[in-house]
């Protein structure tokens, strides 16, 4: 057999030619793995950050529903005094703010929750309405203060006709003794990245940027970027938010309790609410 026949034989061998075939192809595919990474990882990353802001969202609002019952308590036996329900939110909120579990904590996360209690949260009294209000108040002195205050009896309901109902509120006494109050609360999301795009998402500022992720910045000079579906008191300049990366979200929740003592629509209004303004 000649040497050119031996090399035929060689180029021509089965056993040789799909390995040959399967090495071009792993040559082919090298850092293969690596591309689909840098392609995925930005959008894992947010996915991974999203879920933690979310949970911490889940957290707050599960915190601000027991603080705005510790608020009606509050109000529920002091007259329905603003004042006091607000100091009951502010107690509730506290965990919310804690960063240390000594007692220093404890007092830095409640002078927190004070400031932010009174100066971006706002308690609407839903019930009793002024109607019923103005159809059950009656004026009562107290010797020992010497003051006499208009408020809605609160004694011995059980025995008072229920059938009687006011002409503004077509209520009963009874029902003009449940207080309701409802609160808007600004909670600050810091995740990084995440916060930023559920407040444009939220405020519906700017426009979708890459992949749906990344917003365009708006192009006017409102330092609040023109949002459209705004909120005036929790809301932020763009610049700060980006500087602190702490962008606030509302929440809102809702409670009602019977009244403990005698509701006075001067109590309702020893405390305003913050306006954002």
Not at 171 to 187: S, W
Not at 201 to 212: H, K, L, R
Request: with cysteine.
């Amino acid at each position: 057999m000649s040497m050119c026949d031996r090399q035929g034989m060689l180029q021509q061998s089965p056993l040789r030619g799909p390995s040959l075939n399967r090495r071009a192809r792993w040559a082919g595919q090298s850092g293969q793995a690596m591309v689909e990474f840098i392609i995925i990882a930005p959008a894992l990353l947010f996915v991974c950050f999203a879920i933690i802001q979310f949970v911490l969202l889940y957290q707050a609002k599960s915190t601000l529903d027991v603080a705005v019952l510790e608020a009606a308590r509050e109000g529920a036996v002091n007259n329905g005094s603003m004042k006091a329900m607000r100091a009951g939110l502010a107690r509730g909120l506290t965990p919310i703010y804690a960063r240390h579990a000594d007692a220093d904590g404890v007092d830095a996360a409640l002078a927190a929750a004070q400031i932010d209690a009174s100066n971006f949260a706002v308690i609407t009294v839903i019930s009793p309405t002024e109607a019923a209000i103005q159809d059950f108040s009656q004026p009562r002195f107290y010797p020992d203060q010497g003051v006499t205050y208009s408020e809605i009896p609160n004694d011995s309901l059980m025995y008072r006709d229920s059938t009687t109902l006011g002409p503004g509120s077509r209520i009963n006494i009874q029902d003009a003794n449940l207080l309701k109050i409802h609160v808007h609360y600004c909670y600050n999301m810091y995740v990084p990245l995440a916060s930023k795009v559920i407040y444009y998402a939220v405020n519906v500022i700017g426009s979708i940027g890459t992949m749906g992720i990344l917003t365009h910045e708006p192009a006017n000079q409102d330092p609040y970027g023109a949002p459209l579906n705004g909120d005036a008191l929790c809301r932020t300049k763009l610049v700060d938010g980006i500087a602190t990366d702490r962008w606030p979200l509302s929440l809102d929740s809702e409670a009602m309790v019977r009244m403990q003592s005698p509701l006075r629509y001067s109590a309702i209004n020893d405390s305003p609410n913050p306006t954002g303004l």
